[in-house]
């Protein structure tokens, strides 16, 4: 008798779990007449394309077309009892959220969807970012590609067979469940790891984000997929050519900091102290040709508010979150600099990033004046600095070209 009253109140305690208290909340009934997408959102896209653009940090043609690009990415909802989203109304949600960092529940009360529906839509959309934008605004890169990096790095910053810069930042995650010290950084903060490297339009070319914010500075270099590729000749890099005016060939490198290797392929300045006059004007040339990674962080950072803020998801979501950015930002920096003039720019203005005066003295861009940066921090080291003879001889004839006559010519401001 016993066994069957418990079971009796089992089945109804299911039974009440069970029972939903309604198909759709209330509030999100009101979706067509009161949601976001259907009513301010529209409005903008229509009649106020300004603030369109400060909603979504692209013009509304931009916006259709992406939409147009997506779609076909976004999950099949053939199975769905109730009628799907629309996917302009996911991607607005997701865009919108990227741009100003508000919280998930925000989100499904501005645009009247469910809590549960808007934490699926995300990371749903960025998935969807990345495979239809990827192969097209970010793709694998050959040595007819890199020849052409390499050939606008020097035509812009004056720095020879230097195929792109390259960085690394910590992106700020919550504390995923069950980690440990897994993600925990020197910081003291959860983070996952994000290294990249730019071309001499601050568009980046190569993508590596998710390691561990655990792991030691030092190591993360070692353990990125471009650093094994180049330490495998996976790299397909054109091959050694000759500096400018010369018959001295040097490989063709990238340009980091000094939280750096120095390798063949990767030159990092002089040791700061006792420089020499020839070592300063190494240093002020790889500065400035390293700074576009800097920028192009920055400019990252400062239209994509939800990278000034912790972000709070899996770190799986988080990953697919960055290589959505990073997609985002190649797709409307190629669109500005394809069809609008550099002074009319809106996504990256002139003096958003640094620059140079006439008389060549550097200005800083507004985007070291944001708040919020302090979510995306440097790595103090990226890898052992125990460089191979060669590659150290090789920085030597770069530096002594410098300041060669050939090399004041490039930049006589450089003194």
Same mark, same amino acid.
């Given at each position: 008798?016993?066994?069957? !009253?418990?079971?009796?109140?089992?089945?109804?305690?299911?039974?009440?779990?069970?029972?939903?208290?309604?198909?759709?909340?209330?509030?999100? @009934? *009101?979706?067509?007449?009161?949601?976001?997408?259907?009513?301010?959102?529209?409005?903008?896209?229509?009649?106020?394309?300004?603030?369109?653009?400060?909603?979504?940090?692209?013009?509304?043609? /931009?916006?259709?077309?992406?939409?147009? +690009?997506?779609?076909?990415?976004?999950p099949?909802?053939?199975?769905?009892?109730?009628?799907?989203?629309?996917?302009? +109304?996911?991607?607005?949600?997701? +865009?919108?959220? +990227?741009?100003?960092?508000?919280?998930?529940?925000?989100?499904?009360?501005?645009?009247?969807?469910?809590r549960?529906?808007?934490? /699926?839509?995300?990371?749903?959309?960025?998935?969807?970012?990345?495979?239809?934008?990827?192969?097209?605004?970010?793709?694998?890169?050959?040595?007819?590609?890199?020849?052409?990096?390499?050939?606008?790095?020097?035509?812009?910053?004056?720095?020879?067979?230097?195929?792109?810069?390259?960085?690394?930042?910590?992106?700020?995650? @919550?504390?995923?469940?069950?980690?440990?010290?897994?993600?925990?950084?020197?910081?003291?903060?959860?983070?996952?790891?994000?290294?990249?490297?730019c071309?001499?339009?601050?568009?980046?070319?190569?993508?590596?984000?998710?390691?561990?914010g655990?792991?030691?500075?030092?190591?993360?270099?070692?353990?990125?997929?471009?650093?094994?590729?180049f330490?495998?000749?996976?790299?397909?890099?054109?091959?050694?050519?000759?500096?400018p005016?010369?018959?001295?060939?040097?490989?063709?490198?990238?340009?980091?900091?000094?939280?750096?290797?120095?390798?063949?392929?990767?030159? @990092?300045?002089?040791?700061? /102290?006792d420089?020499g006059?020839?070592?300063?004007?190494?240093?002020? !040339?790889?500065?400035?040709? @390293?700074?576009v990674?800097e920028?192009?962080?920055?400019?990252?950072?400062?239209?994509?508010?939800?990278l000034?803020?912790?972000?709070?998801?899996?770190?799986?979501?988080?990953?697919?979150?960055? /290589?959505?950015?990073?997609?985002?930002?190649?797709?409307?920096?190629?669109?500005?600099?394809?069809?609008?003039?550099?002074?009319?720019? *809106?996504?990256?203005?002139?003096?958003?990033?640094?620059?140079?005066?006439?008389?060549?003295?550097?200005?800083?861009?507004?985007?070291?004046?944001?708040t919020?940066?302090?979510?995306?921090?440097?790595?103090?080291?990226i890898?052992?600095?125990?460089? !191979?003879?060669n590659? *150290?001889?090789?920085?030597?004839?770069?530096?002594?070209?410098?300041?060669?006559?050939?090399?004041?010519?490039e930049?006589?401001?450089?003194?």
């Amino acid at each position: 008798m016993q066994r069957k !009253r418990t079971a009796l109140s089992l089945c109804q305690f299911v039974e009440k779990k069970k029972r939903r208290r309604w198909w759709v909340r209330p509030i999100n @009934r *009101t979706r067509s007449k009161e949601g976001h997408y259907d009513t301010i959102f529209a409005y903008m896209k229509d009649h106020d394309h300004e603030e369109f653009y400060e909603f979504t940090r692209m013009w509304p043609h /931009k916006f259709e077309q992406l939409v147009e +690009l997506v779609s076909p990415f976004l999950p099949n909802a053939q199975n769905c009892i109730r009628k799907p989203l629309p996917a302009g +109304l996911r991607i607005a949600l997701t +865009l919108s959220y +990227l741009a100003h960092g508000n919280a998930v529940r925000t989100q499904s009360w501005d645009y009247r969807v469910g809590r549960s529906t808007a934490y /699926k839509i995300i990371p749903e959309v960025c998935e969807a970012i990345w495979s239809a934008l990827h192969p097209t605004y970010l793709p694998d890169m050959n040595r007819e590609k890199w020849a052409k990096v390499a050939e606008e790095f020097y035509l812009k910053w004056q720095f020879p067979n230097c195929v792109g810069a390259v960085d690394g930042k910590h992106i700020k995650i @919550r504390c995923p469940p069950n980690s440990g010290s897994e993600y925990f950084n020197y910081k003291q903060y959860f983070s996952i790891v994000l290294m990249a490297t730019c071309d001499a339009q601050f568009k980046f070319t190569w993508v590596d984000v998710g390691q561990y914010g655990s792991i030691s500075d030092g190591g993360v270099w070692s353990r990125s997929k471009f650093g094994t590729d180049f330490e495998r000749g996976y790299v397909d890099l054109p091959p050694p050519k000759n500096l400018p005016q010369t018959n001295i060939p040097i490989h063709h490198v990238f340009v980091g900091d000094e939280a750096f290797p120095l390798k063949m392929y990767l030159l @990092r300045p002089y040791n700061r /102290k006792d420089l020499g006059d020839a070592e300063r004007v190494f240093n002020y !040339r790889l500065s400035r040709a @390293r700074r576009v990674i800097e920028n192009s962080f920055g400019i990252l950072v400062s239209r994509w508010q939800i990278l000034t803020r912790t972000i709070c998801c899996t770190p799986d979501n988080a990953t697919d979150i960055i /290589k959505a950015l990073v997609c985002l930002h190649n797709y409307i920096m190629t669109a500005e600099e394809q069809h609008v003039m550099p002074y009319a720019r *809106t996504y990256c203005p002139y003096d958003l990033i640094d620059h140079d005066t006439l008389d060549h003295d550097e200005i800083l861009g507004n985007w070291r004046n944001q708040t919020g940066l302090g979510t995306f921090t440097d790595l103090t080291r990226i890898g052992a600095n125990n460089a !191979r003879t060669n590659a *150290t001889q090789q920085r030597d004839v770069i530096r002594d070209y410098f300041v060669s006559p050939l090399g004041e010519q490039e930049a006589p401001w450089q003194y």
